[in-house]
């Protein structure tokens, strides 16, 4: 018997154990470089960050008259939305333009009240409460745009108002 034929015929078991073991940590390392990639690959793909983003954030923006203008998935919460604004005011002589009160009726239960946000000149907080239908939501102007002489400035473009509402699931 030569000494190749001795050495693994006494270390058989360890060998077995130790080549196992190198064949199992390839094993591990090459799955794991498999599931890096297909992550990396799904974080980049930007078709599946759109579809999550509207699962887990959904929004629309929507403008005076309740219009939505972009749905990022919220429109499968909300029906319509209405918008009621304060009336024209004759002593000022101007339409003040800011909202009184806007219902969101929506067609399935939430359990929390959506975020409302402002894009526009003026700046107001608002309460919200549970509707039969949905969410009402009362405005109070905060800031309101004047011109030199404290009178509210009616060139301002007050039918330009844009909403952001932000579902929270």
């Known amino acids: 018997m030569n000494a190749i034929e001795s050495f693994f015929r006494d270390y058989k078991t360890t ?3 130790t080549l196992t073991f190198i064949g199992l940590v390839i094993a591990y390392l090459t799955f794991d470089s498999y599931i890096n990639t297909q ?8 078709e599946y960050i759109q579809k999550l983003s509207k699962t887990l954030r959904p929004f629309l923006i929507f403008e005076n008259k309740g219009m939505i203008s972009y749905d990022h998935g919220a429109s499968k919460f909300v029906d319509s939305i209405n918008v009621q604004y304060f009336p024209y005011d004759s002593t000022k ?18 359990a929390t009240p959506p975020l409302l946000d402002y894009i526009g000149v003026f700046n107001f907080t608002y309460s919200i409460k549970r509707n039969k239908n949905g969410w009402l939501i ?12 404290g009178r509210v400035d009616s060139r301002k ?13």
Do not use: A, C, R
Request: glycine share 4%; net charge negative.
């Open 15 to 17: 060998l077995s154990f």
């Open 39 to 46: 992550i990396d690959n799904k974080i980049k793909d930007t």
């Open 93 to 110: 002589g101007v339409n003040l333009g800011w909202p009184k009160e806007m219902i969101i009726y929506t067609n399935q239960f939430l």
């Open 138 to 149: 009362k405005t109070k102007p905060i800031v309101i745009i004047t011109d030199n002489f």
């Open 157 to 169: 473009p007050w039918h330009e108002n844009i909403y952001i509402l932000e579902i929270l699931l």
